[in-house]
């Protein structure tokens, strides 16, 4: 049982590439922290550096009320499942899951005790002989989450665990993780590119760009309020509809003074209507696709040039296409014009460059 | 997808395939024969009187204690220079396979030893080695050991196995470092997780999944030890002091071009082709089989 607090975390490679650029978060004990973020935003990362796996180029990691950047892996009471599960694969099921408690002297019968009740929990007591080449995904990845659980360590880390699974393991095994570290209540960190994942897993969120925090709390308060246009557009699917608006603009349609800025709108917030809402806004547009997924519909239009433009930053939408999620499955046709309009409570203003929030 | 190419002619594969068969045909199986029935054969040296004499050079070669003392020789020597080689290469390649500067350079410098025919390793460890000229000696004498391995027959077998193991470090790194290299990373952090220090986890970890690269340098190695060595001894010690450093190849050479006794040293020759066969059968059986985690 313990906290993790990083303070200022760098992380700078050999060859001058600055990995991590100063991170601060907090997680409580007993809490399911997730780090989520792109490819390459330094989330593995970081989590590597909390397991002692990289070195902390500079802040402080702390585990516990303990300072952690010069103690050995093994001496800091972490356990870690890994991407590719790193089972030994010259052991059985067993020898794998006992393999840490014998490296700390822990007596045999105390040892198989413990993997034992490990082994009942995951399901995996018929399977205790076999190597981890004879075993399915789903099974080496619960051998990995058996490895992690008998050592009662004070943090689990995650590092990707279930991208190597087909998309139903997925859910079915995100569901156990996330009950069986309730169950323990053991502080937990989570690495994962999902952003679902991430939205279903976390007590506290931790969205990262480019080396960065991006912002961190609770997940329906991020997708909520989200800080950034990263953010907004990184969490959600389909993403946050995003438009570049002229301090003009900005005035006529939202009533707001001051700068340009970067109006957010999620495709679920439109419906279709003539009206125009009090203080909202309405955007005519041409149904170019429908995307019908059974219990919701996503209709990506297109809007004209001169009414308005569309950031075109990278991971945004491509200029001139807004995409609406409607429930149910009916939508208008293909080529049909058709307007849609948000409530002010459901627009989110940003700066121009989109890294503040401006709170409309 | 089909596999097989279909040829119209019915020649043309054959002809295809004639140079290659031609040469194993000329170059193997025809000498191969020619040891075999030369090994029931004896012939005076001159070659002027050749009679059948079935068995008699196998019965000869089995009631003759040197023989014996050289296929203890032969045994004791591909084992020392199999296990000596083997344990360098694999500290070299466990040094080597971590993550450091230069690594591109001294990995490549490590397998030029490789390079070296044999018998210029013979010439150059016995230009280091040599009790008169070599540089080496000048030390080993300064520490009071008294070096002459053209005399003592026990440093004579050490030098050879020294020269023969350094010969064949190269070729072991390489293939404990692809072996090494092939183990995914996560697993040794797993292990360093699992609270496994550096010796316990090299024993309990690096070691079981090189098994299989182990068992194939060892059979490779033994055979190399067997027959490779020939190069190296001749240029280094030619058998001697006495027969201190005569394995069993060396004893065919000896026996039949330097002693005139054909018919010995062809049933010596049939004894190591079966040695060779066994060995290789053992390899192939295990290494593609047996030997897996």
């Known amino acids: 049982m313990a906290n993790v607090t990083l303070r200022n975390v760098r992380k700078t490679y050999p060859g001058g590439f600055e990995a991590i650029k100063g991170v601060n978060v907090d997680v409580a004990d007993g809490q399911f922290c997730v780090l989520v973020g792109p490819s390459g935003c330094g989330k593995s990362t970081l989590l590597r550096m909390v397991a002692g796996l990289e070195t902390v180029s500079g802040g402080e990691i702390d585990i516990g009320g303990r300072v952690v950047n010069q103690v050995e892996p093994a001496d800091r009471d972490i356990a870690m499942v890994f991407q590719n599960y790193a089972l030994y694969p010259h052991m059985s099921v067993f020898n794998n899951m006992a393999y840490g408690l014998r ?48 050592r009662q360590p004070k943090v689990f880390l995650f590092d990707e665990p279930l991208s190597n699974l087909d998309a139903k393991l997925r859910i079915a095994m995100r569901v156990e993780i996330r009950k069986l570290q309730r169950r323990l209540s053991t502080t937990s960190i989570y690495v994962t590119h999902d952003q679902l994942e991430a939205m279903t897993l976390a007590d506290i969120l931790v969205v990262m760009n480019g080396g960065q925090v991006e912002q961190f709390g609770n997940p329906l308060a991020i997708y909520e309020k989200p800080a950034t246009t990263f953010v907004a557009s990184f969490i959600g699917a389909p993403p946050m509809n995003l438009m570049s608006m002229r301090a003009d603009e900005i005035k006529s349609q939202i009533g707001n003074s001051g700068d340009a800025g970067i109006l957010g709108i999620r495709p679920e917030d439109f419906v279709i209507t003539d009206q125009t809402p009090a203080g909202g806004v309405a955007l005519p547009l041409t149904v170019e696709a429908i995307e019908r997924v059974g219990a919701e519909t996503f209709i990506y239009g297109s809007r004209k040039q001169d009414e308005q433009r569309i950031a075109a930053n990278p991971g945004e939408l491509p200029p001139g296409e807004v995409i609406v999620r409607i429930p149910g499955s009916e939508a208008p046709p293909i080529g049909q014009k058709i307007r849609v309009a948000a409530v002010r409570a459901k627009l989110h203003l940003f700066s121009d460059d989109g890294r503040t929030r401006i709170e409309a | 997808m089909q596999k097989q190419a279909i040829f119209q002619a019915k020649l043309l594969p054959y002809a295809l395939v004639a140079p290659q068969l031609a040469i194993v045909l000329i170059f193997f199986y025809w000498p191969a024969a020619q040891a075999v029935i030369q090994s029931f054969l004896l012939q005076d040296a001159f070659g002027l009187s050749t009679s059948f004499i079935w068995f008699d050079n196998y019965i000869e070669l089995f009631q003759d204690p040197a023989y014996y003392e050289a296929i203890v020789r032969t045994f ?26 230069g690594s ?102 690096t070691f079981p999944l090189l098994s299989p690269t182990i068992f194939f340098l060892l059979v490779v190695n033994i055979v190399y030890a067997f027959f490779d060595t020939f190069g190296i001894i001749d240029t280094m010690t030619r058998g001697g002091p006495g027969t201190s450093t005569v394995t069993l190849v060396y004893k065919v050479y000896t026996d039949g071009l330097l002693g005139g006794n054909l018919g010995s040293s062809a049933a010596q020759s049939v004894i190591l082709m079966v040695m060779v066969i066994v060995l290789t059968g053992i390899q192939f059986r295990f290494v593609e089989r047996k030997v897996t985690y």
Do not use: C
């Open chain 2, 76 to 101: 004791f020597f591909s084992f020392a220079i199999a296990v000596s080689s083997l344990s360098f290469a694999l500290l070299l390649a466990v040094m080597a396979d971590k993550p450091l500067r």
């Open chain 1, 103 to 150: 490296n700390r002297g822990m007596k045999e019968a105390e040892v198989k005790t413990r993997v034992d009740e490990a082994a009942r929990v995951l399901e995996l007591t018929p399977m205790l002989e076999r190597k981890p080449r004879q075993l399915s995904g789903g099974q080496r990845q619960r051998v990995a989450m058996g490895r992690a659980i008998v």
């Open chain 2, 104 to 205: 591109m350079l001294y990995r490549t410098l490590l397998i030029w030893p490789y390079a070296v025919a044999p018998p210029v390793v013979g010439v150059l460890w016995i230009f280091m080695l040599h009790p008169s000229l070599g540089v080496l000696s000048r030390y080993l004498r300064g520490m009071g050991v008294d070096w002459n391995p053209l005399l003592d027959g026990d440093q004579a077998a050490a030098l050879i196995i020294l020269a023969a193991a350094w010969k064949q470090i190269s070729y072991n790194f390489l293939f404990f470092l692809a072996g090494l290299q092939a183990i995914p990373k996560s697993v040794f952090e797993a292990a360093a997780i699992d609270g496994a220090r550096p010796m316990r986890r090299f024993w309990t970890v």
